[in-house]
């Protein structure tokens, strides 16, 4: 069965320092896709960065980047030069390729980030 | 639509009324989601609709709870004798078929049982 796991509630940074959320993964899929979305306190989810399961590369999205280790099943996601406006909910999620057109999408608890002046 | 849209925004119901939520999915997205979230907590998977079929329904908390989707498109998440503890947000998000597209998100629908 599928299983996100973030294993960090909370993390704090200092404005302008890099912070790395972590992410685990399990799927027996060969075909799937990575995915991390930000959540502010206003609720609205916001996509961030996707990684996809045959990728060489690491994904990178201005700030954001993911770094991807397929045989430790991890996509932990790496935000440099943290702004105070990063400060939110950040949820790392997962959807197989099955055949069929079978594509459950599941998503991990969730790290609340806090990035102090 | 340009994006996810979900109604109410906002719904307050009395214990052991039944509640309708509706998603409007962005047009040509096959794939639809329902997930649900409480104060501060992550997402509840509930339901996965692939066209007009719920391949995974296994995220349904119980035989109260319920969704249909009609024409590919609009889906509605039916919760039955509503309880205090189904109090929480309930997100629909949309995406094209495959691993590789992001879901996009509607704004959520805030269910309160008084």
């Known amino acids: 069965a599928q299983k996100i796991t973030q294993t960090q509630p909370g993390m704090f940074v200092q404005e302008k320092e890099a912070v790395t959320l972590d992410c685990t993964y399990d799927?027996?899929?060969?075909?799937?896709?990575l995915f991390w979305y930000k959540q502010p306190s206003s609720g609205e989810m916001i996509f961030l960065i996707y990684?996809?399961?045959?990728?060489?590369q690491n994904a990178t999205e201005g700030r954001y980047s993911l770094n991807f280790q397929k045989a430790r099943k991890s996509a932990n996601l790496v935000i440099s030069a943290s702004q105070l406006g990063d400060s939110a909910m950040y949820f790392c999620a997962m959807r197989e390729g099955r055949g069929g057109g079978y594509n459950k999408l599941i998503f991990g608890a969730g790290t609340r980030l806090a990035v102090h002046p | 639509g340009a994006g996810v849209s979900q109604s109410p925004s906002n719904k307050v119901t009395e214990k052991g009324k039944d509640v309708e939520l509706r998603c409007d999915p962005i047009s040509g997205h096959t794939a639809l989601y329902w997930y649900r979230q409480s104060l501060g907590q992550g997402l509840e998977f509930l339901i996965y609709f692939q066209g007009n079929s719920a391949p995974d329904k296994s995220g349904l908390p119980s035989d109260r709870f319920s969704a249909e989707r009609t024409g590919g498109s609009v889906s509605t998440l039916t919760i039955q004798r509503t309880q205090q503890e189904d109090s929480a947000v309930y997100l629909c998000?949309?995406?094209?078929?495959?691993?590789?597209?992001?879901?996009?998100f509607g704004q959520g629908t805030r269910l309160t049982v008084v």
């Open positions: 990684q996809g399961s045959y990728d060489e």
């Open positions: 799927t027996s899929d060969q075909s799937y896709g």
């Open positions: 998000a949309s995406s094209l078929a495959g691993p590789n597209t992001e879901a996009f």
